[in-house]
């Protein structure tokens, strides 16, 4: 049974090469004139996932900001339905999906799945349905806003379609089940050349790949034979491997030792939320998961905080934050950068922080901060 699994896994599996590559060279190197067309040729449509809880508070926040910032973008908007959608298998609705099939580029806050009740996970399906190869999360500290540690700035490069989270389960008899951990590979050497890409192209100096290939000899040993391979092909670039459990001592003790970091994806999971950690904790670090063919879906990547939902106490910077990658992936960069000095300009005054930061300050009053300092 697991051998025919794993065979339909990989006849699901084409070859990557050529769609890759247009998708980082779109992520990495639209032109100028690109940007400038897409700053005269009028708004560009975005897929917005305000998602449940403390989502549509935050997402307002972004259009707020986006709309005080001149920003040229017209939301199309999708939420969770109430019932499950045989397409999808989830209650994400198949015309969502196409929506940022369509745009190409899209923007999702916090979406909750009910634990053990059977159901899809709702960022599974969104990953599987539309290819999200790599979760890419930069964390660095933020200025004016004191943690344990004042020089983080590094990125995880995260596998998001198989590993441990391929979804594919079964109880063998009574009181066993079985897990099946899929490593491909085509997904292997796909994130693994997406990280170099990145380094490259953000004059960042070294890659380490993150595994277990000590105990997991056959799937993260492939994953480490890909990273290999790949690594080859940018000499300039500094490249080690680090066991996972050596990596969180590591990055406790000094994360200024990484730079870029790539893995499969339970330990991308883990080691994200370890170094958001480092930096204050979910609520501050943006992410942005990249498919096939150039589509980008920017997310914040806390929960869903249903205990404070409607209380106007929610902390929008982490969807800020993101919001800020999907301009960068637009190529609207001046945009961005308004944007994102105005958020951290924010947080250094300490006059409007959110209750996790330590202040008082609501929602609302934090994002009019953010918006007068555009």
């Not at 001149?70 to 999808?88: F, Q």
């Not at 000499?235 to 970091?261: G, H, R």
């Not at 929008?316 to 934050?321: F, H, I, N, S």
Request: aromatic letters at 6%; a negative charge.
């Amino acid at each position: 049974m697991a051998s025919q699994i794993v065979r339909r896994v990989l006849a699901r599996s084409s070859n990557p090469n050529s769609s890759l590559t247009r998708s980082l060279d779109r992520f990495f190197f639209s032109s100028s004139t690109e940007e400038a067309a897409a700053a005269t040729s009028g708004p560009i449509t975005a897929t917005l996932f305000p998602g449940d809880g403390i989502g549509p508070e935050i997402a307002e926040s972004v259009k707020q900001v986006f709309k005080s910032a001149e920003v040229p973008i017209e939301w199309e908007e999708h939420y969770v339905g109430t019932e499950i959608d045989p397409r999808t298998q989830s209650f994400l609705t198949w015309e969502s999906l196409e929506s940022v099939r369509r745009n190409r580029v899209g923007l999702k806050g916090p979406m909750a799945t009910p634990i053990g009740k059977g159901h899809r996970s709702l960022n599974l399906t969104l990953r599987k349905e539309l290819n999200l190869y790599a979760n890419v999360r930069p964390c660095y500290s933020l200025p004016g806003y004191k943690t344990r540690y004042d020089d983080v700035d590094l990125i995880t490069i995260r596998e998001n379609t198989e590993g441990e989270y391929s979804g594919l389960e079964h109880q063998v008899v009574r009181g066993v089940v079985e897990s099946l951990k899929i490593i491909t590979r085509q997904a292997s050497l796909r994130v693994a050349e997406y990280a170099f890409h990145y380094a490259k192209a953000h004059g960042r100096e070294r890659v380490s790949a993150i595994h277990k290939a000590n105990i997991m000899q056959k799937t993260d040993g492939l994953f480490l034979k890909c990273c290999r391979e790949v690594a080859e092909k940018y000499p300039e670039i500094t490249y080690e491997e680090v066991i996972i459990d050596n990596c969180c001592m590591m990055l406790v003790k000094n994360p200024a030792l990484f730079d870029v970091l790539v893995m499969p994806n339970l330990y991308g999971d883990i080691i994200s939320d370890l170094c958001a950690g480092l930096i204050g904790g979910l609520g501050l670090t943006p992410s942005c998961n990249i498919g096939e063919g150039g589509i980008a879906l920017a997310e914040a990547v806390h929960g869903s905080a249903p205990d404070i939902a409607g209380k106007n106490m929610a902390n929008p910077t982490a969807l800020l934050l993101s919001s800020v990658t999907m301009l960068r992936h637009l190529e609207l960069h001046d945009k961005a950068d308004q944007i994102q000095n105005a958020i951290l300009t924010t947080i250094a005054e300490g006059k409007y922080r959110t209750v996790d930061l330590g202040g008082s300050s609501s929602t609302s009053d934090f994002t009019k901060a953010v918006c007068d300092h555009l």
